[in-house]
């Protein structure tokens, strides 16, 4: 048993006094990463009242609860804006499950490896781009585990979205109506390889120009089965990603205009390219990064993973009017958050004013995302949820360690209410099947413009 | 003296403490539901029910771009490609993206990412926007982007007129978050803000429409203050008193709390469209009270008792107040048969209020006259003082109206009404359905929101569409009805058949033509890949090929968000009917040709500022007529209950149905249509009309000594007593009503402002010459009747020291009154019931 040495306000008078002061290390009690580089522990960095959320709500929700319209006002601040509405407003529910104390759990095996061996490598260059010391790409893991700055915690998100050198998405998705109706379903495959900022510490083929081949390939309805995009970052984070259509129908690619970021890939879908991993484009077209708050949120971070309990990772459904607009999610009291806002500097015409993302200092990942409009509105919600891939006995192996990946999506178009929600299923229409092993020539498989060619004729 | 109507007024002035209580229960009742009163224009509302169109419309809203807001800017010195008139544009649209409520995704202009051109490369297509991320400067850049726009079909079509002198911004609002006024503002504010020597800019669309609307509605609560005020200040001028201003002042109050707060508690929004009624019934409120008052003041010359002159006045003024209440809030309900849920709404609103005239009116009126201070000029009021220069005056013009009426002028003026008869019928039957206005007929032709429409109409294709849906029968089948090849070969053969007939539209626009441009692209760019192979596997192709990267909302105008729904949109010159009417014949005809019901949808006709104005334009011609034969009907049985007589009907209905064909032909020698606005003011006036009929035949029923008939003498008599009376109620409504057209920037108010002074001056012109004319030509027996509910007279000398029961004061003691009370009861001091 821990004695509280601390009254009931420690806390938020110390994430105030770190905001005031600018940078500032993570944890409350103690610093964070030295906690993490020991014992992948956090319980020594934070008071009972941030490891617990029964004792941060004074014992009005503790885990097992159901966070619904009831009770979300009880936990209103630790939620983002547009999740408290869905709750408040929409027969949206939250489960409630203990915080995750092991950090292990919260990383990709690899990834954590990487980061803890680089860490204070990463740098950032007079270019903005982010460095080694020695000059080189960045190396693997998170180049900025205690980051002093927005965009240095915007990196860590930014650099490997997947946290994988190669992932493959089986995703089904499915597009909800402000009636509550299906009004598009769609299957498809998103696949992911970095070049540079590779856990493995190498760059791919020797491209240290290019940050990360990236392809989605549509396998169902047929009416959209075969159309396919392929996306290539360049290191440099100023630079607009190529991007390419291909319409099996035509056998034709098309190219998109390099800074049209703010559509949806195809129609009925709420979240633009731009939304993607909240850091849908380059680091560097956007900017006035900064750190505007460290506080404790709600995050899906642990136990959304069903494999336990559907052979094919899908999820039960609730809320909306038709009962069918919300995934079954779990969240749990993360410690600290910082909350980074960026505005798109380099999209003269972007619709979007300015984006807040909640950032869980544990893993540098983020929990929650909402975009504003110019008007200084809310307007959509990316809400993703993570998971290592255990679900009692079940398990997910990824290369001997359990798996750590995003379980789901909620995106949210607050504005005009349509809701796109997505998972990561075991395998999708077309028999593609989720994985993170690079060892198959994936390039040639699926990232190169000959391969979305070939995966739309199929 | 012992009739039920007296028993009440009996029960009811000896219970004051009670009926005071009961209205003021009553008035805190309805008070507190004023908090949920709401003026709000539903322009859905004011579109009928259950027509073919509105409910097409009603299925399929998002066609015809209800949301949007069209900005065109327009150089006055030049075409387009310059930098000014871009950096215009840019601005624009930047900021219209700020405004509230829009739809981030659907602004279209040459300045967003949206407005592309295609080139063909040697491995597919290069779709890049027609302006790059900053505006073009340069003459070098500036060619450029002409030389996009030229490769963009689209853009050259819808976005840049023919002349390349203008250009648009459409944005879309979300409906859920959009505040018209907000919008209107802001939006407006932009306009404004862009206008200089060398460019106009004009905002239209639906939602700037609205805005006018409410803006103008904001200045209509100004013209209702200031009207409301000429009222009293009218009021104060005739009375000269605390009491017989107070009095119609409270009475009219307690009604109009009485009224709001009835549509408040059963929360149904006012239309603002139509307030210039409830301040015609506060008009009538004030008359009935004058009246009363008038009527009160003269028995309490007599009887110097206050209740018991309130208590006689209530007796004597009941039956024929109720029964001109009950014509006038007839007119009024009856509006409700027109299936039109703003008239529905205001019919109730309004019906209410006006019948609730009757309790306070009749009821509270009384009760505040016996309570309130007698005032000093008495006698001035009921007629016994020296009579004024105008009294006078419109004495001596209605004796000699009543010259007209009887004797041997009576013949040509018979002939001459019938030559007025046969002159209006035949002029009335020239008169046109609806009142055609290039943008809306809410507003002034040269309103600035009527202007823009017609500069945009006159730039490009414009707003006057007409829709053809094609309905999906199973809304969420998984093949996407609007996707099928037999869908877009219906919309083909649909804009084929249209475009070859008479009288095409200026343009025609579907899904269709998207694809084709698609198709054309995506195969190559020539021209010759433009046509679809009849086979759902191309449309579906070029389908997806065309949605590629973009939201299904940059084709919400031509197929809904799920692509189930499509519609065909016709674009058309103008709005006139003959436009209308062809537009729609050869419509149909091309519905014909396709066929209406198909495998996987259903074609329907239609929506669109055509097809809606046609609706509406229906709903009069069915209903116009209608109205007017219910209410006769009403008013038939009501006189008969009234006179016992169905000549007396016939009396009161001759002059009414004249007034109205008068008012028709007035119209029609004006160029104005029968619209929704002249439905309500002929019931409106035939309600209010009747009144003047009924008060004046009694009158003439009242003046009748069947001992010694005189029809001249009677008529003379009526006339310039109770003609005064009717003349002053028509004053007291014209000058409620009157401003309005001054005043109004809104033509509905305006029109409908001008049309029922109109009615009120002729219906009361033909019932002061033909019902006086009528009785002299048939000489009816009714009028000898002394058993008639609104022709009982009182004898007062009953109440007086003579009869044993009370004393008239001196200082109001009528010099006639020893030579009245000499006659007898039947005669003597008996109180002249009709009242106006």
Same mark, same amino acid.
């Given at each position: 048993?821990?004695?509280?040495?601390?009254?009931?306000?420690?806390?938020?008078?110390?994430?105030?006094?770190?905001?005031?002061?600018?940078?500032?290390?993570?944890?409350?009690?103690?610093?964070?990463?030295?906690?993490?580089?020991?014992?992948?522990?956090?319980?020594?960095?934070?008071?009972?009242?941030?490891?617990?959320?029964?004792?941060?709500?004074?014992?009005?929700?503790?885990?097992?609860?159901?966070?619904?319209?009831?009770?979300?006002?009880?936990?209103?601040?630790?939620?983002?804006?547009?999740?408290?509405?869905?709750?408040?407003?929409?027969?949206?529910?939250?489960?409630?499950?203990?915080?995750?104390?092991?950090?292990?759990?919260?990383?990709?095996?690899?990834?954590?490896?990487?980061?803890?061996?680089?860490?204070?490598?990463?740098?950032?260059?007079?270019?903005?781009?982010?460095?080694?010391?020695?000059?080189?790409?960045?190396?693997?893991?998170?180049?900025?585990?205690?980051?002093?700055?927005?965009?240095?915690?915007?990196?860590?998100?930014?650099?490997?979205?997947?946290?994988?050198?190669?992932?493959?998405?089986?995703?089904?998705?499915?597009?909800?109506?402000?009636?509550?109706?299906?009004?598009?379903?769609?299957?498809?495959?998103?696949?992911?390889?970095?070049?540079?900022?590779?856990?493995?510490?190498?760059?791919?083929?020797?491209?240290?120009?290019?940050?990360?081949?990236?392809?989605?390939?549509?396998?169902?309805?047929?009416?959209?089965?075969?159309?396919?995009?392929?996306?290539?970052?360049?290191?440099?984070?100023?630079?607009?990603?190529?991007?390419?259509?291909?319409?099996?129908?035509?056998?034709?690619?098309?190219?998109?205009?390099?800074?049209?970021?703010?559509?949806?890939?195809?129609?009925?879908?709420?979240?633009?390219?731009?939304?993607?991993?909240?850091?849908?484009?380059?680091?560097?077209?956007?900017?006035?990064?900064?750190?505007?708050?460290?506080?404790?949120?709600?995050?899906?971070?642990?136990?959304?993973?069903?494999?336990?309990?559907?052979?094919?990772?899908?999820?039960?459904?609730?809320?909306?009017?038709?009962?069918?607009?919300?995934?079954?999610?779990?969240?749990?009291?993360?410690?600290?958050?910082?909350?980074?806002?960026?505005?798109?500097?380099?999209?003269?015409?972007?619709?979007?004013?300015?984006?807040?993302?909640?950032?869980?200092?544990?893993?540098?990942?983020?929990?929650?995302?909402?975009?504003?409009?110019?008007?200084?509105?809310?307007?959509?919600?990316?809400?993703?949820?993570?998971?290592?891939?255990?679900?009692?006995?079940?398990?997910?192996?990824?290369?001997?360690?359990?798996?750590?990946?995003?379980?789901?999506?909620?995106?949210?178009?607050?504005?005009?209410?349509?809701?796109?929600?997505?998972?990561?299923?075991?395998?999708?229409?077309?028999?593609?099947?989720?994985?993170?092993?690079?060892?198959?020539?994936?390039?040639?498989?699926?990232?190169?413009?000959?391969?979305?060619?070939?995966?739309?004729?199929? | 003296?012992?009739?039920?109507?007296?028993?009440?007024?009996?029960?009811?002035?000896?219970?004051?403490?009670?009926?005071?209580?009961?209205?003021?229960?009553?008035?805190?009742?309805?008070?507190?539901?004023?908090?949920?009163?709401?003026?709000?224009?539903?322009?859905?509302?004011?579109?009928?029910?259950?027509?073919?169109?509105?409910?097409?419309?009603?299925?399929?809203?998002?066609?015809?771009?209800?949301?949007?807001?069209?900005?065109?800017?327009?150089?006055?010195?030049?075409?387009?490609?310059?930098?000014?008139?871009?950096?215009?544009?840019?601005?624009?649209?930047?900021?219209?993206?700020?405004?509230?409520?829009?739809?981030?995704?659907?602004?279209?202009?040459?300045?967003?990412?949206?407005?592309?051109?295609?080139?063909?490369?040697?491995?597919?297509?290069?779709?890049?926007?027609?302006?790059?991320?900053?505006?073009?400067?340069?003459?070098?850049?500036?060619?450029?982007?002409?030389?996009?726009?030229?490769?963009?079909?689209?853009?050259?079509?819808?976005?840049?007129?023919?002349?390349?002198?203008?250009?648009?911004?459409?944005?879309?609002?979300?409906?859920?978050?959009?505040?018209?006024?907000?919008?209107?503002?802001?939006?407006?504010?932009?306009?404004?803000?862009?206008?200089?020597?060398?460019?106009?800019?004009? +905002?239209?669309?639906?939602?700037?429409?609205?805005?006018?609307?409410?803006?103008?509605?904001?200045?209509?609560?100004?013209?209702?203050?200031?009207?409301?005020?000429?009222?009293?200040?009218?009021?104060?001028?005739?009375?000269?008193?605390?009491?017989?201003?107070?009095?119609?002042?409270?009475?009219?109050?307690?009604?109009?709390?009485?009224?709001?707060?009835?549509?408040?508690?059963?929360?149904?929004?006012?239309?603002?469209?139509?307030?210039?009624?409830?301040?015609?019934?506060?008009?009538?409120?004030?008359?009935?009270?004058?009246?009363?008052?008038?009527?009160?003041?003269?028995?309490?010359?007599?009887?110097?008792?206050?209740?018991?002159?309130?208590?006689?006045?209530?007796?004597?003024?009941?039956?024929?107040?109720?029964?001109?209440?009950?014509?006038?809030?007839?007119?009024?309900?009856?509006?409700?048969?027109?299936?039109?849920?703003? +008239?529905?709404?205001?019919?109730?609103?309004?019906?209410?209020?006006?019948?609730?005239?009757?309790?306070?009116?009749?009821?509270?009126?009384?009760?505040?006259?016996?309570?309130?201070?007698?005032?000093?000029?008495?006698?001035?009021?009921?007629?016994?003082?020296?009579?004024?220069?105008?009294?006078?005056?419109?004495?001596?013009?209605?004796?000699?109206?009543?010259?007209?009426?009887?004797?041997?002028?009576?013949?040509? !003026?018979?002939?001459?009404?019938?030559?007025?008869?046969?002159?209006?019928?035949?002029?009335?039957?020239?008169?046109?359905?609806?009142?055609?206005?290039?943008?809306?007929?809410?507003?002034?032709?040269?309103?600035?929101?009527?202007?823009?429409?017609?500069?945009?109409?006159?730039?490009?294709?414009?707003?006057?569409?007409?829709?053809?849906?094609?309905?999906?029968?199973?809304?969420?089948?998984?093949?996407?009805?609007?996707?099928?090849?037999?869908?877009?070969?219906?919309?083909?053969?649909?804009?084929?058949?249209?475009?070859?007939?008479?009288?095409?539209?200026?343009?025609?626009?579907?899904?269709?033509?998207?694809?084709?441009?698609?198709?054309?692209?995506?195969?190559?760019?020539?021209?010759?890949?433009?046509?679809?192979?009849?086979?759902?596997?191309?449309?579906?192709?070029?389908?997806?090929?065309?949605?590629?990267?973009?939201?299904?909302?940059?084709?919400?105008?031509?197929?809904?968000?799920?692509?189930?729904?499509?519609?065909?949109?016709?674009?058309?010159?103008?709005?006139?009917?003959?436009?209308?009417?062809?537009?729609?014949?050869?419509?149909?005809?091309?519905?014909?040709?396709?066929?209406?019901?198909?495998?996987?949808?259903?074609?329907?006709?239609?929506?669109?500022?055509?097809?809606?104005?046609?609706?509406?334009?229906?709903?009069?011609?069915?209903?116009?007529?209608?109205?007017?034969?219910?209410?006769?009907?009403?008013?038939?049985?009501?006189?008969?209950?009234?006179?016992?007589?169905?000549?007396?009907?016939?009396?009161?209905?001759?002059?009414?149905?004249?007034?109205?064909?008068?008012?028709?032909?007035?119209?029609?020698?004006?160029?104005?249509?029968?619209?929704?606005?002249?439905?309500?003011?002929?019931?409106?006036?035939?309600?209010?009309?009747?009144?003047?009929?009924?008060?004046?035949?009694?009158?003439?029923?009242?003046?009748?000594?069947?001992?010694?008939?005189?029809?001249?003498?009677?008529?003379?008599?009526?006339?310039?007593?109770?003609?005064?009376?009717?003349?002053?109620?028509?004053?007291?409504?014209?000058?409620?009503?009157?401003?309005?057209?001054?005043?109004?920037?809104?033509?509905?108010?305006?029109?409908?402002?001008?049309?029922?002074?109109?009615?009120?001056?002729?219906?009361?012109?033909?019932?002061?010459?033909?019902?006086?004319?009528?009785?002299?030509?048939?000489?009816?027996?009714?009028?000898?009747?002394?058993?008639?509910?609104?022709?009982?007279?009182?004898?007062?000398?009953?109440?007086?020291?003579?009869?044993?029961? !009370?004393?008239?004061?001196?200082?109001?003691?009528?010099?006639?009154?020893?030579?009245?009370?000499?006659?007898?009861?039947?005669?003597?001091?008996?109180?002249?019931?009709?009242?106006?």
């Amino acid at each position: 048993m821990r004695i509280k040495k601390y009254d009931f306000n420690y806390s938020r008078r110390v994430f105030l006094e770190k905001g005031l002061m600018g940078a500032a290390a993570a944890g409350v009690l103690a610093p964070l990463w030295p906690e993490i580089g020991r014992a992948a522990d956090i319980t020594k960095a934070y008071p009972d009242e941030l490891l617990s959320i029964e004792a941060y709500t004074k014992g009005k929700v503790k885990p097992g609860d159901v966070i619904t319209a009831d009770n979300v006002d009880i936990v209103k601040d630790l939620l983002d804006p547009i999740a408290y509405q869905q709750v408040k407003t929409m027969g949206r529910r939250i489960n409630i499950v203990e915080t995750t104390r092991d950090v292990t759990k919260l990383f990709p095996y690899e990834y954590l490896e990487a980061t803890l061996r680089n860490q204070g490598q990463g740098t950032i260059g007079a270019d903005g781009n982010v460095w080694t010391k020695g000059g080189e790409p960045w190396i693997g893991g998170n180049p900025f585990p205690e980051p002093e700055d927005g965009l240095q915690a915007m990196a860590n998100v930014t650099l490997s979205w997947g946290r994988h050198n190669f992932s493959m998405y089986a995703i089904k998705d499915w597009e909800i109506s402000p009636g509550g109706d299906i009004s598009y379903a769609y299957d498809f495959v998103w696949a992911e390889l970095n070049t540079t900022a590779r856990a493995d510490g190498t760059i791919w083929n020797g491209k240290k120009d290019l940050l990360r081949y990236q392809s989605v390939w549509f396998t169902a309805p047929n009416d959209t089965k075969g159309s396919s995009f392929l996306n290539t970052w360049e290191y440099d984070q100023r630079k607009f990603p190529a991007l390419l259509g291909y319409l099996p129908a035509f056998r034709r690619t098309r190219e998109f205009p390099t800074n049209q970021r703010f559509e949806p890939l195809v129609p009925g879908i709420t979240f633009f390219l731009s939304d993607a991993w909240s850091s849908g484009d380059p680091l560097l077209t956007w900017g006035n990064y900064k750190i505007v708050e460290r506080k404790p949120m709600l995050g899906a971070v642990s136990n959304n993973w069903t494999g336990g309990r559907n052979e094919n990772w899908e999820r039960e459904l609730h809320g909306g009017p038709k009962g069918q607009t919300f995934h079954e999610t779990y969240m749990e009291l993360c410690p600290e958050c910082l909350v980074v806002e960026a505005e798109p500097t380099s999209y003269p015409r972007a619709p979007v004013g300015k984006k807040r993302v909640w950032i869980d200092v544990r893993n540098g990942m983020f929990v929650a995302y909402v975009t504003y409009d110019r008007r200084g509105e809310i307007w959509k919600s990316f809400e993703p949820g993570f998971s290592q891939y255990v679900d009692g006995d079940a398990v997910f192996l990824d290369n001997g360690h359990p798996a750590w990946s995003w379980n789901y999506v909620l995106c949210h178009d607050f504005q005009a209410n349509r809701m796109t929600r997505f998972i990561q299923a075991r395998e999708c229409t077309g028999g593609y099947k989720s994985g993170y092993d690079d060892s198959d020539d994936v390039y040639n498989k699926y990232l190169t413009v000959q391969a979305i060619n070939r995966l739309g004729a199929t | 003296m012992h009739s039920i109507r007296f028993r009440i007024a009996h029960w009811l002035i000896a219970h004051r403490v009670v009926t005071g209580l009961v209205f003021i229960g009553l008035t805190v009742f309805f008070a507190a539901g004023l908090r949920h009163v709401e003026l709000r224009t539903i322009f859905s509302d004011l579109l009928p029910r259950e027509h073919p169109f509105v409910e097409t419309y009603k299925a399929h809203p998002n066609f015809g771009n209800p949301l949007t807001i069209t900005v065109m800017v327009k150089n006055n010195k030049g075409d387009i490609y310059n930098a000014t008139t871009l950096d215009k544009v840019w601005r624009l649209t930047r900021d219209i993206d700020l405004a509230p409520g829009v739809d981030h995704d659907q602004i279209l202009s040459i300045a967003t990412e949206k407005a592309r051109y295609a080139e063909a490369t040697p491995s597919g297509v290069d779709m890049r926007p027609l302006m790059e991320d900053s505006v073009p400067k340069t003459p070098e850049q500036i060619a450029e982007f002409r030389r996009r726009v030229e490769m963009s079909a689209n853009a050259r079509s819808f976005l840049i007129s023919g002349d390349e002198t203008a250009t648009l911004i459409n944005a879309t609002f979300i409906e859920a978050r959009l505040d018209y006024g907000e919008v209107f503002d802001y939006v407006q504010g932009l306009v404004e803000r862009e206008r200089n020597a060398g460019h106009d800019v004009y +905002m239209a669309g639906q939602p700037a429409l609205t805005g006018w609307v409410y803006e103008y509605e904001a200045q209509m609560l100004t013209i209702f203050a200031v009207t409301l005020l000429a009222l009293i200040v009218a009021l104060v001028i005739y009375m000269q008193n605390v009491a017989g201003v107070l009095t119609p002042l409270i009475a009219s109050i307690v009604c109009g709390i009485w009224g709001f707060g009835f549509v408040g508690w059963l929360n149904s929004p006012i239309e603002p469209l139509l307030m210039i009624v409830p301040l015609l019934l506060v008009a009538r409120s004030f008359s009935h009270c004058v009246q009363f008052s008038e009527r009160y003041y003269e028995i309490y010359a007599h009887l110097g008792d206050r209740r018991k002159s309130a208590e006689i006045t209530t007796g004597v003024m009941m039956a024929p107040s109720i029964l001109g209440i009950i014509t006038d809030a007839a007119g009024i309900m009856l509006i409700a048969m027109a299936p039109i849920p703003a +008239m529905e709404r205001f019919a109730l609103f309004c019906g209410f209020w006006a019948m609730m005239l009757i309790p306070t009116g009749v009821v509270l009126t009384p009760l505040l006259l016996s309570v309130l201070p007698n005032p000093r000029n008495i006698d001035r009021i009921i007629g016994h003082g020296a009579e004024s220069g105008v009294h006078t005056r419109i004495k001596a013009l209605l004796s000699r109206l009543s010259w007209l009426t009887h004797g041997r002028p009576a013949r040509y !003026t018979t002939a001459v009404l019938a030559v007025v008869f046969v002159a209006s019928l035949a002029t009335a039957l020239q008169i046109k359905i609806g009142n055609p206005v290039e943008g809306s007929n809410l507003l002034w032709e040269d309103s600035e929101f009527n202007t823009a429409v017609a500069e945009i109409n006159r730039h490009f294709p414009g707003v006057n569409t007409l829709e053809i849906i094609l309905e999906a029968k199973d809304p969420e089948s998984p093949q996407r009805t609007a996707r099928q090849a037999e869908t877009i070969a219906t919309m083909q053969a649909l804009q084929h058949a249209i475009e070859q007939g008479d009288a095409p539209p200026r343009a025609t626009l579907s899904f269709a033509d998207y694809l084709m441009e698609g198709n054309r692209l995506f195969s190559g760019g020539h021209p010759k890949w433009r046509p679809l192979d009849r086979d759902d596997f191309s449309v579906n192709a070029a389908a997806s090929a065309i949605m590629l990267g973009s939201s299904a909302k940059a084709f919400s105008h031509v197929t809904d968000f799920e692509q189930q729904n499509a519609t065909v949109s016709l674009w058309y010159k103008d709005n006139r009917q003959e436009t209308v009417d062809t537009a729609l014949a050869n419509a149909r005809a091309a519905v014909d040709a396709v066929g209406i019901d198909h495998d996987m949808f259903t074609v329907r006709l239609g929506t669109g500022t055509i097809a809606l104005q046609q609706a509406m334009n229906d709903v009069v011609d069915a209903y116009h007529w209608r109205i007017l034969a219910f209410l006769n009907l009403v008013i038939l049985v009501v006189s008969w209950v009234a006179y016992r007589s169905l000549v007396a009907s016939v009396v009161l209905l001759v002059p009414v149905n004249l007034s109205n064909l008068i008012l028709a032909a007035s119209m029609s020698a004006m160029g104005i249509g029968l619209d929704i606005n002249s439905v309500m003011v002929a019931a409106i006036g035939v309600g209010v009309g009747i009144d003047y009929g009924i008060y004046l035949l009694s009158r003439i029923c009242e003046e009748f000594d069947p001992n010694a008939p005189d029809f001249g003498h009677t008529i003379e008599t009526a006339l310039t007593t109770t003609g005064k009376a009717i003349m002053f109620t028509a004053t007291i409504m014209l000058i409620g009503i009157a401003p309005w057209y001054f005043l109004s920037e809104l033509k509905f108010l305006a029109d409908m402002g001008l049309l029922l002074v109109l009615t009120m001056l002729i219906n009361m012109v033909i019932a002061l010459i033909v019902v006086p004319l009528l009785v002299w030509l048939i000489k009816p027996g009714f009028i000898a009747r002394t058993d008639l509910i609104v022709g009982e007279g009182v004898d007062l000398s009953l109440f007086t020291e003579h009869g044993g029961v !009370t004393h008239a004061t001196p200082e109001h003691a009528h010099p006639d009154d020893a030579d009245r009370s000499a006659v007898g009861p039947e005669d003597a001091g008996t109180v002249a019931t009709p009242t106006t």
